[in-house]
């Protein structure tokens, strides 16, 4: 099993920054890739950022390289550095773990709101 801990999100206007912080604990051993997804109202749940075990990340388009996801293995922890936030980037925030044997593991959400 493994559990995570999602914190940082929160109100900001256009422009602004936050970073998401996601704390892993449980199996850590089994995890393959760690990502952020995003769920809007009334549209599906996307992802936004995956970083694999060997360190490889990608980044859905519409980040368009404002968002950078890092991790800390010390503090079994993974980020999400979200900068030049815009209005459409409104969404409540999971993070997600993927084990070896592609299970999903989910985050509870943070809610990020960005005004216009």
């Known amino acids: 099993q493994v559990q995570l801990v999602e914190s940082g999100g929160g109100l900001v206007q256009a422009g602004g920054s936050l970073r998401l912080s996601c704390v892993v604990s449980?199996?850590?051993?089994?995890?393959?890739?760690m990502g952020w997804y995003r769920q809007a109202p009334g549209k599906q749940r996307e992802l936004v950022a995956r970083i694999t075990r060997s360190g490889s990340t990608n980044y859905a388009d519409s980040i368009e390289g404002r968002f950078t996801i890092s991790r800390d293995n010390a503090k079994n922890t993974v980020y999400l550095q979200m900068n030049s936030l815009k209005p459409e980037d409104t969404a409540v925030y999971y993070c997600?773990?993927?084990?070896?044997?592609?299970?999903?593991?989910w985050g509870q959400g943070t809610q990020v709101t960005v005004s216009s």
């Open positions: 997600n773990a993927q084990n070896f044997y592609t299970y999903d593991y």
């Open positions: 449980g199996s850590i051993f089994s995890i393959s890739a």
